[in-house]
Nanobody, 114 residues
């Protein structure tokens, strides 16, 4: 059974940086389009960024130029480098296939506050 485990969140001041890591246990990782999602308190889970099997990426407008998604197929791992963090980036961050069809992990909390 596929398992997703997110890590790397924490409390950071505005303007700071974090790198999130998602490890995938299972098969076919290399052919999946993987994505990071975020869910702020009281809001729906939203797409932040995705990376195709060939490395092509997508970012939502609010994170363009600040976040970088990448993957290491040899390690079954997806990363989200988050720079110039803003208070509005505060949320629980999850990874999944872009189709959201894998079991969700526990997520990792990112809090941006002074």
């Amino acid at each position: 059974q596929v398992q997703l485990v997110e890590s790397g969140g924490g409390l950071v001041q505005p303007g700071g940086s974090l790198t999130l890591t998602c490890t995938f246990s299972g098969n076919y990782f290399s052919i999946y389009t993987m994505a990071w999602f975020c869910q702020a308190l009281g809001k729906q889970r939203e797409l932040v960024a995705s990376v195709n099997s060939d490395g092509s990426t997508y970012y939502r407008d609010s994170v363009k130029g600040r976040f970088t998604i990448s993957r290491d197929n040899a390690k079954n791992t997806v990363y989200l480098q988050m720079n110039s963090l803003k208070p509005e980036d505060t949320a629980v961050y999850y990874c999944n296939r872009l189709t959201r069809t894998l079991p969700w992990g526990q997520g990792t909390q990112v809090t941006v506050s002074s």
